[in-house]
């Protein structure tokens, strides 16, 4: 088949502007004729001036649709939507028909009483479901006004509570302030007691320095003391013996 199709390819491809045209040697005759009607044929509606095949390449639906609505396709179609217009031109009259039988027994009129009063039995159940309900609610908002009264009671005395936690706030805040100043005055008059302490320490320092010097004074004047009372009393001796020397001395003259 391939073989019988080179001829037809080769003089195809020197009528038509088909590049990958020697890439299909399985074309069909009727796209060959296809392709032979020019700007008339239905790959030319769908593709337009196309200069390549590509048979493995997807279509759009547009493309699809294009198709289907040329050349045989289009007559199928167009029988097939006059067959359904027919059909349904046949329906409508066989249930025209049906209706008016039924108008004419009274089965429609019976139906729509019978529906009517199921319709009213319905609305009464509902009117009464809904009163049900209304009254529900009413004792539900009652409940939730007694309810949202209590909420704001506690709310109020939250409020109270919270206005007497401020209040003690602002105390102990005061309080705070209070006892930082006096803490500061506390730390001040620490630091001076500090400081006299510290002056005290060194005047009691050189008050011992002084003592000190003092008892060595002390002791300096009661060693001086007693060498002047040792040699007062040496003296003395030297006089009673100066003096006893005089008087014998003294003895022989006489």
Same mark, same amino acid.
């Given at each position: 088949?391939?073989?019988?199709?080179?001829?037809?390819?080769?003089?195809?491809?020197?009528?038509?502007?088909?590049?990958?045209?020697?890439?299909?040697?399985?074309?069909?005759?009727?796209?060959?004729?296809?392709?032979?009607?020019?700007?008339?044929?239905?790959?030319?509606?769908?593709?337009?001036?196309?200069?390549?095949?590509?048979?493995?390449?997807?279509?759009?639906?547009?493309?699809?649709?294009?198709? +289907?609505?040329?050349?045989? &396709?289009?007559?199928?179609?167009?029988? *097939?939507?006059?067959?359904?217009? !027919? $059909?349904? =031109?046949?329906?409508?009259?066989?249930?025209?028909?049906?209706?008016?039988?039924?108008?004419?027994?009274?089965?429609?009129?019976?139906?729509?009483?019978?529906?009517?009063?199921?319709?009213?039995?319905?609305?009464?159940?509902?009117?009464?479901?809904?009163?049900?309900?209304?009254?529900?609610?009413?004792?539900?908002?009652?409940?939730?006004?007694?309810?949202?009264?209590?909420?704001?009671?506690?709310?109020?005395?939250?409020?109270?509570?919270?206005?007497?936690?401020?209040?003690?706030? +602002?105390?102990?805040?005061? &309080?705070?302030?209070?006892?930082?100043? *006096?803490?500061?005055?506390?730390? !001040? $008059?620490? =630091?001076?007691?500090?400081?006299?302490?510290?002056?005290?320490?060194?005047?009691?320092?050189?008050?011992?320095?002084?003592?000190?010097?003092?008892?060595?004074?002390?002791?300096?004047?009661?060693?001086?003391?007693?060498?002047?009372?040792?040699?007062?009393?040496?003296?003395?001796?030297?006089?009673?013996?100066?003096?006893?020397?005089?008087?014998?001395?003294?003895?022989?003259?006489?």
């Amino acid at each position: 088949m391939c073989i019988g199709n080179r001829p037809k390819v080769q003089m195809l491809s020197q009528n038509v502007c088909i590049l990958d045209l020697r890439a299909c040697p399985d074309v069909s005759p009727s796209m060959l004729i296809e392709l032979m009607a020019g700007e008339n044929s239905i790959i030319s509606r769908v593709f337009g001036n196309t200069r390549r095949l590509q048979p493995h390449k997807p279509v759009t639906k547009a493309q699809a649709a294009a198709a +289907l609505t040329s050349g045989r &396709m289009k007559e199928a179609i167009q029988e *097939e939507l006059n067959r359904l217009e !027919a $059909d349904n =031109q046949a329906r409508l009259s066989v249930i025209a028909e049906i209706t008016e039988e039924l108008i004419n027994r009274g089965d429609i009129q019976q139906q729509w009483e019978e529906k009517m009063k199921t319709e009213q039995e319905r609305a009464l159940e509902v009117d009464n479901n809904l009163q049900h309900v209304l009254d529900e609610l009413a004792n539900e908002r009652a409940d939730r006004e007694e309810e949202l009264a209590v909420l704001l009671k506690e709310r109020a005395a939250l409020e109270r509570k919270n206005q007497e936690l401020i209040n003690l706030r +602002l105390e102990v805040d005061g &309080m705070y302030d209070r006892l930082a100043t *006096e803490n500061e005055e506390v730390m !001040a $008059d620490q =630091q001076t007691l500090e400081n006299q302490l510290s002056d005290m320490t060194s005047k009691h320092q050189a008050v011992n320095e002084a003592k000190s010097y003092l008892e060595a004074e002390k002791e300096a004047l009661t060693m001086l003391r007693t060498w002047v009372e040792d040699e007062a009393a040496h003296v003395h001796e030297r006089a009673e013996t100066l003096e006893k020397a005089l008087r014998r001395w003294r003895i022989p003259e006489d």
